[in-house]
């Protein structure tokens, strides 16, 4: 996944292209696709100005967002004048087939190296960590820093453990061979349609069609990881996550490459809200910019549709929580993009930004914005921060272990049985089995494994107070963390990396690195 943190693009389709020669066909023009944004209480006039103006309407969602299709060059200039409009952009419908992708079939002949047993490797955690190897309540839980850093585990296991709450993941799917969730797979559902851009067929759906379920499969891995940092359960195998008891429902939005389309997650978001979930997880970026300028139309618009929908969840009681990013700047001082847009790929150029261009969906108003630090509790090196930061939570540093660990720094949780990178996770040495169940258990690390464990405690919040409005949710979460003031030093990755120098503004339980400060899942768990 790019700068370890997913994306998703809103790109345009070129459709094929038939020259007009003697004895051929005319030309066919090309087919571009939009996500049209219809002003509230005005869908019929919208609708009629997209038809005026040379477009067919394909969708159109209960929030006033239509998917639309145009040969017509001048089709958004046209549209983006009607009052009845207030946006367009273009939308990912370009052309599929970037090359080639490794399906279930091709993941079965991998030829893999020994991978490390939880034996070995809860003994190696204990020796590192200096706990005994045999912590509970799962045979990986000397590896779990994690859950020990927020007071999870030991800590909130003996107030809740999630029971009732149900914890949607917007992701690259979950491994539905895996022994470690609590998956309600009929509600769960894949996003990924036949004009989805890197899909692979097997993830494909038809629009609104949540019946094939063996489409919500996770093959990028990142899904089931960030899902089973929330809530694997405890089961005598492998890890166990924040709210053990919870429900997963996985949202699939994001493909096998790990790109994340906005009719994709636009739609996944409005179903989240239709299902009232108590809270999603979103560790992705909104592709193909990394910052969205509202000086240009097309980023404006992927701005407001992308808002309209997250608005629309937060009003039927859905928490949102997102990564922070991994590019190691502040977010509230950007000003330059070197790598927008990321798809297609070689297109990145360098562009001045400033404030005026944000990060989505991280910088929408009241999502839960979680930067991420390593087991010495330093902002992790790769980490975004800012003052958009409303606390911070495990996303694991390799250079935070004492002595330095390659892997074990990471965050440890399940991964995915058919995920394409597994044989490059295994030869990193990276991944452990579990003999018994086969099951998968990958060290990552990044801003994407610290949101999930925020969403782990709104799930332990939401089953102890069902009702509690999203407001309310946000207010503990923020107001139980434990304060961490500016670090007198930085995590070493910065230097060795080169990477950005990071900045600390701030007080203990009011700065730009940590925000609120340190997430606590016992007490946020017993308020």
């Known amino acids: 996944m790019s700068r370890g943190l997913l994306r998703f693009a809103a790109c345009t389709f070129a459709g094929s292209i038939v020259l007009a020669l003697a004895g051929t066909a005319p030309a066919v023009p090309p087919t571009s696709r939009y996500v049209v944004i219809l002003k509230e209480g005005h869908s019929a006039a919208g609708l009629a100005a997209v038809k005026r103006a040379g477009g067919r309407l394909l969708a159109l969602n209960k929030i006033g967002i239509a998917t639309v299709d145009s040969t017509k060059p001048s089709f958004a200039s046209r549209l983006r004048a009607s009052s009845a409009i207030v946006g367009v952009a273009n939308d990912a419908a370009f052309r599929v087939g970037t090359g080639p992708k490794l399906g279930l079939g091709a993941?079965?002949?991998?030829?893999?190296?020994?991978?490390?047993?939880?034996?070995?490797?809860a003994a190696a955690c204990a020796a590192l960590y200096s706990v005994p190897a045999t912590t509970g309540p799962d045979p990986l839980a000397a590896c779990q820093w994690d859950m020990r850093a927020i007071k999870a585990n030991p800590g909130s296991y003996d107030v809740t453990k999630g029971a009732g709450a149900r914890l949607g993941d917007i992701d690259t799917g979950i491994d539905l061979r895996s022994h470690e969730?609590?998956?309600?797979?009929?509600a769960s559902c894949s996003f990924i349609y036949a004009t989805t851009p890197t899909s692979n067929p097997s993830e494909q759906v038809p629009v609104g069609d949540c019946s094939n379920k063996a489409a919500v499969q996770d093959l990028a891995g990142h899904g089931t990881h960030t899902a089973g940092i929330m809530a694997a359960k405890i089961n005598g195998h492998g890890?166990?996550?924040v709210a053990p008891d919870?429900?997963?429902?996985a949202l699939k939005a994001g493909t096998e490459q790990g790109f994340f389309f906005t009719d994709s997650?636009?739609?996944?978001?409005?179903?989240?809200?239709?299902?009232?979930?108590?809270?999603v997880n979103m560790s992705f970026f909104a592709d193909p910019w990394l910052f969205n300028c509202r000086n240009d139309?097309?980023?404006?618009?992927?701005?407001?549709?992308?808002?309209?929908?997250?608005k629309y969840a937060q009003s039927q009681g859905v928490v949102l929580v997102a990564a922070a990013g991994n590019d190691g700047i502040d977010m509230n001082h950007p000003t330059v993009d070197e790598i927008s847009p990321d798809y297609p790929p070689g297109a990145a150029t360098s562009r001045p930004v400033n404030n005026s261009c944000v990060v989505m969906p991280t910088e929408i108003a009241g999502v839960v914005v979680v930067t991420a630090t390593g087991a010495q509790n330093l902002l992790s090196w790769y980490s975004t921060y800012g003052n958009v930061t409303d606390v911070t939570a495990p996303g694991g540093s390799r250079f935070q272990t004492t002595p330095l660990d390659p892997n074990r720094g990471r965050v440890l949780a399940p991964y995915s049985s058919t995920a394409s990178d597994l044989a490059a996770e295994d030869a990193l040495g990276r991944l452990v089995q579990d003999p018994t169940t086969g099951d998968y258990y990958a060290w990552l690390n990044g801003t994407s494994m610290a949101a999930p464990h925020v969403a782990g405690v709104v799930g332990l919040i939401r089953a102890q107070h069902p009702n509690m409005s999203v407001g309310a949710v946000v207010n503990v979460i923020r107001g139980t963390a434990t304060a961490q003031g500016c670090p007198a030093a930085l995590d070493p990755g910065v230097v060795f990396f080169a990477a950005p120098e990071q900045f600390c503004?701030?007080?203990?339980?009011?700065?730009?690195?940590?925000?609120?400060?340190?997430?606590?899942?016992?007490?946020?768990a017993s308020r």
């Open 246 to 249: 919870a429900t997963i429902v």
């Open 181 to 186: 969730f609590n998956l309600d797979i009929p």
């Open 265 to 279: 997650v636009v739609n996944s978001l409005i179903y989240a809200g239709d299902h009232h979930l108590d809270v």
């Open 505 to 524: 503004k701030g007080g203990a339980g009011s700065n730009n690195f940590y925000g609120k400060g340190l997430l606590n899942a016992l007490a946020a």
């Open 297 to 310: 139309a097309d980023q404006k618009a992927i701005i407001q549709t992308i808002s309209r929908a997250a």
């Open 107 to 121: 993941l079965r002949g991998l030829t893999r190296a020994a991978v490390s047993s939880p034996v070995t490797e």
């Open 239 to 241: 890890t166990s996550g």
